[in-house]
């Protein structure tokens, strides 16, 4: 690979599904996947196959699938975890097995109880087994910014040794600063055997808010591979944003000696779109690149200057990430060609029953609105695609309310395929559409959280609402859509209710998540 090219490794399957509430099924990864390679990033790590069955069958789906991407599964070093990855990726065209280990002395004593030498043993085994799946090896050091420098350097030796070529230095914990960073980058090409024949790859955490800032100055200092997610997401304060970094080198790429990417910029507003919808998470109004203020001006001031001339405050445009500025696309007389060739256009490709429901959901909007903007689009295709391991279904709701008197609900649901209908009482409206779904469901779940999100400007806007709710431990979060508030509520509800069944369904072995 060029000196002059940055090879872009998405971990948003894998490490960003680790956010609480981000767990996708097979469908939504795959949805996701198809975007991510019309993004142009490399590497996509699919999962983690040896976790549960559901992992290893989303990275053996995405393989099977995927064609120009290179298809990474993640595996410890024990021998089960990477014949399990090995079998994952198989029928990649592109397949890559990404083995790791701790090596600082802080992981070694508390978590492996390994010494250092029974760690170089693991990875000289580890790597040369990976060795017999595929020839693309990425090895990773856990914790390698608390490790001992001079051991890093015996642990990447006896790795490139085995048949690794990719060598990845993650900050773990999120505890190393740009400086530091990028003197250990520094450090370890100039010393370990082989390096000039290896790709350094980095993989930073946000506890501090540092990772975009860390993954830059290693860059500045030789590496040629960034791991980061879709708008941050991943383990606890996230990891290195893509959008920011790839916007970064593009915007400052005289200060980056004209590195480049192979990112199509204008795809990352609707992937950071789509996997907001997918997940329910939002993404903050002040969130660099993708927030809905990253092009908004109210101070008087800035308004001039941009109406005079936008560069006065924007160092991009909206368009360069793909962004339409709530551009009017279609109207209620336009038909299923016109409505298909947006939805390609806005890189959402849905067909068959699926595309036949959004259509549906498109007239019956553009009769109630009087302007469709991009978004609406985005929101009705993540309302209108269903996936088989949907076992409730939303039908319609009835809802009567007013001053002086308790709101009632009326529900219907489908249960395995088969209508059924609830009544209850409650202390809101939305209290008493949550009460008919519970007791209709026979629910143990506890509402946690409950959003309300407008998904373009005006009164008529759809509402996207995003529920969180909570069963024996596990987290999940749902959402909905629709210009009744009330009804996106009943849906995201019913769409949480899906993704707790399907996480029952999922048999997770007890297996650390990764670096």
């Known amino acids: 690979m060029s000196s002059q090219r940055l090879r872009v490794f998405d971990t948003t399957l894998r490490d960003g599904e680790q956010s609480p509430g981000c767990s996708m099924n097979l469908h939504e990864k795959l949805t996701l996947a198809r975007q991510l390679e019309r993004l142009g990033v490399d590497v996509i790590e699919a999962g983690f196959p040896i976790a549960s069955d559901g992992d290893f069958d989303s990275v053996r789906a995405i393989s099977k699938e995927l064609s120009e991407t290179i298809i990474c599964g993640l595996a410890r070093t024990g021998n089960l975890d990477v014949e399990r990855a090995g079998q994952a990726v198989e029928s990649a065209k592109k397949p890559r097995i990404h083995v790791f280990i701790a090596t600082s002395d802080i992981h070694l004593e508390h978590k492996l109880r390994m010494s250092r030498e029974q760690v170089l043993e693991e990875v000289d085994r580890a790597v040369r087994l990976a060795r017999t799946y595929v020839d693309d090896v990425e090895f990773s050091a856990e914790d390698a910014t608390r490790s001992d420098r001079d051991y890093l350097v015996q642990v990447f030796d006896a790795a490139i040794a085995a048949g690794a070529s990719t060598l990845n230095v993650p900050d773990t914990v999120g505890y190393t600063t740009p400086k530091e960073y990028g003197a250990l980058i520094d450090y370890l090409s100039g010393r370990v055997t082989g390096a000039e024949d290896a790709i350094f790859s980095i993989h930073c955490h946000d506890d501090l808010g540092l990772a975009v800032a860390n993954s830059l100055s290693a860059i500045r200092a030789g590496a040629r591979q960034v791991e980061c997610t879709i708008n941050g997401i991943g383990e606890r304060a996230g990891n290195t944003s893509l959008e920011e970094v790839v916007m970064a080198l593009s915007v400052r790429s005289d200060e980056f000696g004209g590195l480049k990417t192979g990112i199509t910029t204008q795809e990352i507003y609707p992937t950071s779109r789509l996997l907001s919808s997918i997940t ?65 256009e806005l890189g959402l490709k849905v067909e068959g029953e699926d595309f036949e429901r959004a259509f549906r959901r498109f007239k019956s909007l553009a009769d109630a609105k009087k302007v469709i903007y991009n978004e609406d689009l985005e929101a009705i295709v993540s309302d209108s695609v269903h996936t088989i391991e949907d076992r409730f279904s939303f039908e319609s709701l009835t809802l009567t309310c007013g001053s002086g008197r308790a709101p009632n609900a009326l529900v219907r649901l489908g249960l395995d395929g088969v209508s059924l209908e609830q009544a209850a009482t409650g202390v809101g409206p939305v209290d008493a559409i949550f009460r008919a779904i519970s007791e209709l469901l026979k629910t143990s779940s506890e509402l946690i959280q409950y959003q309300v999100h407008a998904v373009t400007a005006g009164l008529d806007a759809q509402g996207e609402v995003s529920v969180t709710i909570e069963e024996d431990g596990r987290r999940v979060i749902g959402n909905g859509v629709h210009e009744d508030v009330m009804v996106a509520s009943a849906k995201a509800y019913v769409n949480a209710l899906n993704k707790l069944e399907w996480h029952k369904k999922r048999r997770d072995v007890d297996a650390p998540r990764g670096i």
């Open 280 to 344: 329910g998470v939002q993404v903050q109004p002040n969130k660099a690149i993708v927030g809905d203020n990253a092009f908004a001006h109210e101070a008087g001031i800035h308004q001039d200057g941009v109406l005079k001339a936008a560069i006065t405050y924007e160092i991009m445009t909206p368009e360069s990430i793909g962004r339409a500025s709530n551009e009017l696309v279609l109207g209620k007389h336009s038909g299923r060609h016109a409505f298909s060739d947006r939805l390609i």
